[in-house]
């Protein structure tokens, strides 16, 4: 029976793992994969159960980004049948980036090309302190292009001209000074660090930190001018008279744990 190549365990608390599984080629990820992943984000961003996702990769690397069989198959490709297959991962990418839940990369060995951009399209992300990082397509003639709206969102385009340009590979702590991880951990400190940051995760309301989630993208880049502060007060107005803000209120002056807690 073949493996599936993506893994889903949810804990009692409403965490779901998922987990990249094709260890064998460094969880780089083929058009299939992408839609396995799709689906799977879909499913877990629908469930109301579901309280936060860790994203992990099997065996020794997180992602090894695109499967270079499946580029060079594409290569042979029509432009139609390309601009087809990259939305695909184009999808993956968004369906990541929006999730309403609060998203986590743990982060470990290598991460390259594509699995950058899963990286950053997570909102946190930790990485083991051996991990190297390499956004490697002009190497192989390629180009960052899905995944550069993330990675210039996280890094920034002054970074991101030095390592789209040179695909030299840099290390975690670089990754952290930069800004595509949030810490680094060594190797046996990896899951705690992973844990630490989901038990606090697990603090929030869940429409709460929904709607924080979607607000940043909202005010992202833009000038603080009138209708950016009429979207805050509107949302803060709309937060203040909802259930989630009444429980949590109720439930901090009552000196008891809100009911998402429980």
Not at 148 to 165: E, H, N
Not at 219 to 235: F, G, H, K, S
Request: glycine residues 8%.
């Amino acid at each position: 029976m073949t493996e599936p190549t993506v893994l889903v365990a949810r804990d009692a608390r409403g965490v779901a793992t998922v987990t990249l599984n094709r260890p064998g080629l460094h969880n780089a990820f083929d058009d299939a994969l992408i839609q396995r992943l799709i689906e799977t984000f879909e499913t877990v961003g629908g469930d109301a159960g579901c309280r936060a996702v860790v994203l992990a990769g099997a065996g020794k690397s997180f992602s090894a980004g695109g499967d270079l069989n499946w580029m060079r198959r594409m290569a042979g490709y029509s432009h139609a049948e390309n601009v087809a297959d990259a939305a695909e991962l184009g999808r993956l990418m968004s369906t990541l980036n929006r999730l309403p839940k609060p998203t986590l990369a743990r982060v470990h060995g290598s991460v390259f090309a594509g699995g950058l951009g899963l990286v950053a399209c997570c909102d946190i992300a930790v990485a083991e302190q051996e991990t190297i990082f390499c956004v490697s397509e002009a190497r192989l003639g390629l180009v960052p292009a899905v995944i550069s709206p993330y990675l210039v969102q996280a890094m920034g385009a002054r970074t991101a001209r030095r390592y789209f340009l040179t695909a030299e590979r840099f290390s975690a702590a670089e990754a952290l000074r930069i800004g595509l991880v949030h810490e680094i951990a060594p190797t046996a400190q990896l899951d705690a660090k992973v844990d630490a940051i989901v038990a606090a995760l697990l603090e929030g309301g869940p429409h709460s930190q929904a709607r924080s989630k979607r607000l940043i993208s909202e005010v992202a880049e833009r000038p603080i001018e009138q209708p950016v502060i009429d979207l805050t007060v509107r949302t803060i107005a709309e937060a203040r008279a909802s259930d989630e803000a009444r429980e949590g209120l109720s439930a901090f002056f009552e000196k008891r744990k809100p009911k998402w807690r429980s």
